[in-house]
């Protein structure tokens, strides 16, 4: 089993930068696929990012690449998502998510992993 928490999250004005971490307990997560989803109101959870060392990486949605960073500190068993840029269209809760067994064509569905956090609020807004 695989414990995550996410952290970071809050209000920030458009433009603003934060930095989310996910911090990951129960089993270190060197092997694993580490990836962050969000979902806005009345949205569908969507994919934003994920990291594989197994894979490659890392992979973004389109509406991030360039903006977002996704990093992972093995040793501390931490993902960080570091957020630039942000716009109110970032406005969501954002998940971190773990999976062992991932293929390459399933790091952006939300469906095939097996571990998630409770989510951390991102409100971009003046």
């Known amino acids: 089993q695989v414990q995550l928490v996410e952290s970071g999250g809050g209000l920030v004005q458009p433009g603003g930068s934060l930095r989310l971490s996910c911090a990951a307990s129960?089993?270190?997560?060197?092997?694993?696929?580490m990836a962050w989803f969000r979902q806005a109101p009345g949205k569908e959870r969507e994919f934003v990012s994920a990291?594989?060392?197994?894979?490659?990486?890392?992979f973004y949605a389109g509406s991030v690449k360039g903006r977002f960073a996704i990093s992972r500190d093995d040793a501390k068993n931490t993902v960080y998502l570091q957020m630039n840029s942000l716009k109110p269209e970032d406005t969501a809760v954002y998940y971190c998510?773990?999976?062992?067994?991932?293929?390459?064509?399933?790091?952006?569905?939300?469906?095939?992993?097996?571990?998630w956090g409770q989510g951390t609020q991102v409100t971009v807004s003046s």
């Open positions: 990291h594989s060392k197994r894979h490659g990486g890392p």
């Open positions: 998510a773990a999976d062992r067994n991932l293929i390459l064509s399933s790091m952006s569905n939300s469906e095939q992993y097996d571990y």
């Open positions: 129960g089993r270190t997560i060197g092997g694993y696929v």
